[in-house]
């Protein structure tokens, strides 16, 4: 694979980009691949769709926590089409992108991954007020106050993501442009330029801690103060709801970061022994895994959302039935 993405950089124009794929060969990985990341791809999109349509569609679910699994739908969508349709495009024949395509992947999928980890953690909060504080709960965090968090945090993020390109943008590209990961990193398209990389480099760090770390911390917080609050006798039915529907929320926590762990993990350089495929195959664990089963996992555990969709779908093929024999008495 080294030497085959060495003799085609003869066929380079300065605004192209080699993404080297290993799963091109032999032709049934190649195809195995494919349709994998399609049905995830697929499970995705059509999971988040559907969860979110529920959702607004049932005046019922027009609350904080509801509207807060409907904006991380979206952001499940942003993810998986950021990188899974290029990812396919590369595994299938053409494996080349230009200079602009890369910077609109990478801005994008930065944009997703921030945005699912303020998210998960405005969720976490949300939470914590459930349980913590329940006769003012809807006073503190009212479904408008839950809109309002979700754009400023989608704000904020935009402008984290603006900033990484307009720190890549006007770098000199020296090095020949070959990129070795299954999509345009920050860091990767980086190090493809020459010069004093030290500025780039901490504003990477920087973002990273907001972006990352800082919630992680803020989520820890609020599920160690929940479980302060759970050690109080005498619970009200509310806060026992609320206490339930915790468990859902850390498991979708619990994927996100696991997947983001072992991407960051997979680019340690004590890691480079691993096979060229496992390496990628943990890259794209956050862009595969955290979009496909999200909506699965909210969908099975939450009580409220699986009632709305039977009541919907029932109604849906009840309107239908009687539109057809309407029709048929015509």
Known sequence: MATNASSD?????PDLILMVTPFREPPGIKFAVFFFTLAMFTAALVGNCLLSLVILRDHQLHKAMYVLMAALSLTDIISALSILPRFMQ???SFNYISLRECMAQMFFLHLAIRMQSFTLTIMSVDRYLAIGYPLRYHSLMSCRTAVVAFMVATASCV????????????LNYCKPPVIVAPYCDYLVVLFLSCGDLSGAVAYVQATLAITMVLPVLVIVLTYVLILYECRKPGLRRGQRK?????????LVVAVFFAAIFFSFASGLSFLNSLPRPLRYTLQTAQYVFPPALNPVIYGLRTAEIRRSFIRQFRRKVVDGKSESLGNAGD
């Open 9 to 13: 950089l003869s066929l380079f124009t």
């Open 90 to 92: 590369n595994v299938a």
């Open 159 to 170: 402008l984290m993501c603006l900033g990484n390109v307009g720190v890549v943008v006007p």
């Open 242 to 250: 609320a206490l339930k529907t915790c468990g859902t929320h850390f």
